[in-house]
């Protein structure tokens, strides 16, 4: 072997063979690996979205459930606050469903959920979120939705429903719903300091609904039902 510049040795043929060689072995392991590294996370990542999909799908009404709302909650109300625009919620509670279930058992029971997350679906458009909250209880946020627009969206839902019979079962079983319906309008949301308050401002104007009779719908706007709070507070203490 001759002595390069610099007293380095110069590689013959036969050593540069056998390192090109190596150097591509070595890729082809490389590359082996690296593939099968792939294939490995993609599978570890289709278990995690198999089992938060699990972890959030409620299984009676194939409907997201409450653990889902948080996250989406908070995603729709940063959304809302980016673009400028109002964000509406309906709280949605089926009528005597107590009465249904101990008229007809858990199993008719279990259809009539299943019956008004299908209707309660049909009014969804695709950017809205449909959670069953628990019980008989169901949550609706409306995106880019103002005041007038949830209310609307509030009586088709129960006049859908109060149309709805369960025939298989009994003619004469008819469904009601109370809905309270809260929005955060745009001019309010940058000052609004919880994303829940939505949610619970819509619960509390539910039961508002339900003091005025069966099949109501009743509305609050966020800042006001805020501003009285934070009166009855400040008079309280």
């Not at 590294?37 to 409907?63: H, M, Q, W, Y």
């Not at 539910?206 to 400040?234: F, I, N, P, S």
């Amino acid at each position: 072997m001759d002595e390069a510049e610099g007293g380095r040795k110069a590689l013959d043929f036969d050593e540069k063979n056998f390192l090109f060689e190596w150097l591509v072995e070595n890729n082809k392991s490389l590359t082996r690996k690296n593939k099968e590294l792939l294939v490995e996370n993609l599978k570890f990542r289709a278990r995690v979205e198999e089992l938060e999909k699990i972890s959030f799908i409620d299984p009676t009404t194939g409907l997201y459930n409450r653990w889902y709302l948080q996250p989406r909650l908070v995603e729709e109300f940063s959304r809302a606050r980016r673009g400028g625009c109002s964000l509406s919620c309906l709280f949605i509670d089926i009528d005597d469903f107590k009465a249904v279930n101990d008229r007809y058992g858990h199993f008719v029971g279990d259809k009539v959920l299943r019956d008004t997350a299908a209707l309660l679906r049909g009014h969804c458009r695709r950017e809205d979120v449909l959670i069953r909250f628990g019980g008989d209880e169901f949550v609706m946020l409306l995106s880019s939705s103002g005041q007038r627009a949830a209310r609307a969206a509030a009586e088709r839902i129960r006049g859908r429903i109060r149309s709805h019979a369960l025939s298989a079962e009994d003619p004469q079983l008819t469904l009601s719903v109370s809905i309270g319906v809260s929005t955060l309008r745009k001019d309010h949301i940058a000052t609004s300091r919880d994303p829940w308050e939505l949610v619970w401002t819509a619960d509390g104007a539910m039961h508002l609904a339900r003091q005025k009779g069966a099949g109501q719908v009743h509305w609050l706007d966020c800042h006001g039902y805020r501003e009285k709070a934070e009166c009855g507070e400040r008079a309280a203490s």
